[in-house]
């Protein structure tokens, strides 16, 4: 038909050439990749001089590359953006001493990294993160505790701060914590000292693995979270704690696990010795298993209500506690099993239950070369007179008699 065409235009056709059409919807629009710093061979045509800069004008979803260089003040992100510094994708836990070679964000006394408001899906990843807080100040290298989820921090050092990661997540996206080094995060003295400080709220759906603590006043990992929306989800795992003067607080969560990690004490540690875990109450099904606690003037594993309600279903299970004071200690538990330990040279008792336990089990730990060796305060109906069963324990001393059978 004469002035009529003979193809009927069609929304969202993509030509491909020869005749053949791709239909579909528009295609999506990809954030450019911004690039921060000053230009030169390492940093080749940046496209804003400072991150606080391209943050402020990078849409959600942009990848902001950071090259090598100080960048002074607090980096505000209220949307969904990848940032990634000049050691994105390297481990922090060695190395990295090059601090030439570093994305270096300094709080200057103030927050590094300020995640606000609900924001979600941010990652962090090949920063050097320090110079946050002072000695009257509270300030955290990276603060991300305002209800969002969907967080990668991931192959950052964070230093000279007063908390490293201040943290919750709702769990509506899983959220990672690793391969970062936190170093001596105590800039407030007592009143910080944590390299991952889970605040404000739960810790759903987070995994804090594969990091490296050193020389924290406080707790390494300090999981504090909220009694009245307890942590779902939680994994702390294969992390080394060294000179810390806490690993682990363990504080309301359900079906948490603390696994596979090591904690060291080394003699002329600078920082007051706590328990290497410490689990505090308000904790429901909680796995304490195969970590490795060694040296240090306090217990190794420690179990109490002090800030939560009686925990539920605990299971301490495989784990290896060396030279301390107590190996494990409950103090307070209606429940719970205490399985398949080894624990050697403890100064005062190898395995403790305090007067106030009732309802505990202890079995097949082979306990040794402590002044005491298995000790249980409480009285009752079952194992030798107390409210606790004790079965198939490997030691030599025991109070009451028979507790423990001999090697």
């Not at 069609?10 to 990749?33: E, S, T």
């Not at 690039?35 to 943050?55: F, K, N």
């Not at 407030?188 to 810790?203: E, I, K, M, N, R």
């Not at 603590?213 to 795992?237: C, K, M, Q, W, Y």
């Amino acid at each position: 038909m004469v002035g009529t065409s003979r193809y009927v235009p069609i929304v969202g056709a993509v030509v491909l050439g020869a005749g053949l059409l791709l239909v579909g919807p528009a295609a999506a629009q990809v954030p450019p990749v911004l690039r921060v710093g000053v230009a030169s061979a390492a940093c080749p045509a940046p496209t804003h001089p400072t991150l606080v800069a391209a943050v402020a004008a990078a849409a959600p979803g942009s990848t902001i590359l950071v090259c090598p260089g100080v960048y002074p003040g607090t980096v505000v992100v209220d949307k969904p953006l990848i940032l990634r510094g000049a050691q994105r994708g390297v481990d922090a836990r060695a190395g990295r001493s090059n601090v030439a070679a570093e994305s270096v964000i300094d709080g200057g006394g103030a927050a590094g990294i300020r995640i606000t408001g609900t924001t979600s899906g941010v990652t962090v990843d090949g920063f050097t993160i320090r110079n946050a807080g002072t000695s009257t100040q509270n300030a955290d290298g990276i603060e991300a505790f305002s209800g969002g989820s969907g967080f990668t921090f991931t192959d950052n050092v964070v230093t000279q701060t007063t908390y490293g990661i201040t943290m919750s997540s709702t769990g509506a996206v899983a959220s990672t914590v690793a391969h970062n080094r936190f170093d001596t995060n105590n800039r407030s003295g007592a009143a910080g000292g944590s390299g991952v400080f889970v605040c404000c709220g739960p810790g759903n759906n987070l995994t804090i693995a594969d990091n490296l603590f050193t020389g924290h006043s406080s707790a390494a990992v300090n999981t504090a979270g909220d009694a009245a929306r307890p942590s779902t989800g939680l994994r702390i795992e294969r992390n080394q704690s060294i000179d810390d003067a806490t690993f682990a607080v363990v504080v309301n969560a359900k079906a948490a696990v603390v696994a596979d990690n090591v904690v060291v004490r080394r003699p002329g540690a600078v920082v007051d010795a706590g328990s290497g875990i410490y689990v505090g109450g308000g904790t429901t099904s909680l796995q304490v298993t195969r970590n490795v606690i060694s040296a240090g003037a306090a217990t190794g594993i420690r179990v109490t209500n002090v800030y939560g309600a009686p925990n539920v279903g605990l299971a301490v299970v495989g784990n290896q506690v060396i030279d301390r004071q107590y190996g494990v200690r409950l103090s307070g538990q209606t429940s719970g099993t205490v399985r398949d330990n080894s624990i050697a040279r403890s100064t005062t008792v190898g395995i403790l239950l305090d007067a106030d336990n009732a309802g505990v089990t202890v079995t097949g730990n082979r306990i040794g070369q402590d002044p005491l060796d298995c000790q249980d305060r409480s009285t009752g109906t079952r194992t030798a007179g107390t409210a606790n069963t004790w079965t198939g324990n490997v030691a030599l001393r025991s109070l009451p008699v028979g507790l423990c059978g001999r090697f």
